[in-house]
T-cell receptor, first 115, second 112 residues
Framework: DARVTQTPRHKVTEMGQEVTMRCQPI?????VFWYRQTMMQGLELLAY????????DSGMPKDRFSAEMPDATLATLKIQPSEPRDSAVYFC?????????????FGEGSRLTVL | QKEVEQDPGPLSVPEGAIVSLNCTYS??????FMWYRQYSRKGPELLMY????GNKEDGRFTAQVDKSSKYISLFIRDSQPSDSATYLC????????????FGTGTRLLVSP
C-alpha cells in the first residue's frame, strides 16, 4: 500500500524551540512538496524538490525555515526558532513529475502547535 | 487578492441534493484544473482532473471549466453523507510542473 508517510503526526512545542518534520515520499516519485495549511490561508506551498534538488522555496520564511532532501526516501522541514504563528498542519506530497497526470499524493500531515 | 478564490462554506445540504462547488482564478495561464477532497484530519486526495475548458464526468461527479470566465465548478449529484468533506480546487500551468495553487476549500456537510 504505497503512501506518503509523515512524522510526527502531532507536535506541541514552546516558542523558540526547533521543530523538525519528516516525510517519506512514495517510492519512485521524483517530486516532493511541502505545504502548510491554515484556516485563513488554506494550502500554501512552502518548497518543492525534483530529483532531490530544491526547485522553489519562495513560499518559505527563509530566516527560520529550511527544507532538505538528504536522500530519495527522506525529506525534512525544519523550523528554528519556532513562533506561535507557525502553528498549522504541514503536509508533504509526492508525485511522478513530467509525463504523469500531475496528481499529488499527500501524507496525513503534521499538526504543529507552538505555544 | 488571492490567485484562486473559493467560498469557504460550510455548505449544508440534505442527502440526495445536487451540490455545486465553485472557484474563480486570476491567472489566465492556468491549463490544468483539479478538485481534491479532504476528509477531516486527513490529507487531500485527487477527485477530478481536467485539462483546459470543457466538462468531465466521473460517476456522480462532474467537473466543468470555463477558461473565458476563469471559473471552474464541481457538481455532485445524489449527494451522500460520505461526501461530507472539504473540497479544494487546484490548478497549475502544466502537468509536469505540478506546482499547484490551491483554493482555501469549501466545507460540505451532507445530512442524512
Amino acid at each position: 500500500d504505497a503512501r506518503v508517510t509523515q512524522t510526527p503526526r502531532h507536535k506541541v512545542t514552546e516558542m523558540g524551540q526547533e521543530v523538525t518534520m519528516r516525510c517519506q515520499p512514495i517510492l519512485g516519485h521524483n517530486t516532493v512538496f511541502w505545504y502548510r495549511q491554515t484556516m485563513m490561508q488554506g494550502l500554501e506551498l512552502l518548497a518543492y524538490f525534483r530529483n532531490r534538488a530544491p526547485l522553489d522555496d519562495s513560499g518559505m520564511p527563509k530566516d527560520r525555515f529550511s527544507a532538505e532532501m538528504p536522500d530519495a526516501t527522506l525529506a525534512t522541514l525544519k523550523i528554528q526558532p519556532s513562533e506561535p504563528r507557525d502553528s498549522a498542519v504541514y503536509f508533504c506530497a509526492s508525485g511522478l513529475g513530467m509525463g504523469s497526470t500531475g496528481e499529488l499524493f499527500f501524507g496525513e500531515g503534521s499538526r504543529l502547535t507552538v505555544l | 487578492q488571492k490567485e484562486v478564490e473559493q467560498d469557504p462554506g460550510p455548505l449544508s445540504v440534505p442527502e440526495g441534493a445536487i451540490v455545486s462547488l465553485n472557484c474563480t482564478y486570476s491567472n489566465s495561464a492556468f491549463q490544468y484544473f483539479m478538485w481534491y477532497r479532504q476528509y477531516s484530519r486527513k490529507g487531500p486526495e485527487l477527485l477530478m482532473y481536467t485539462y483546459s475548458s470543457g466538462n468531465k464526468e466521473d460517476g456522480r461527479f462532474t467537473a466543468q471549466v470555463d477558461k473565458s470566465s476563469k471559473y471552474i465548478s464541481l457538481f455532485i449529484r445524489d449527494s451522500q453523507p460520505s461526501d461530507s468533506a472539504t473540497y479544494l480546487c487546484a490548478m497549475s500551468l502544466n502537468t509536469g510542473f505540478q506546482k499547484l495553487v490551491f483554493g482555501t476549500g469549501t466545507r460540505l456537510l451532507v445530512s442524512p
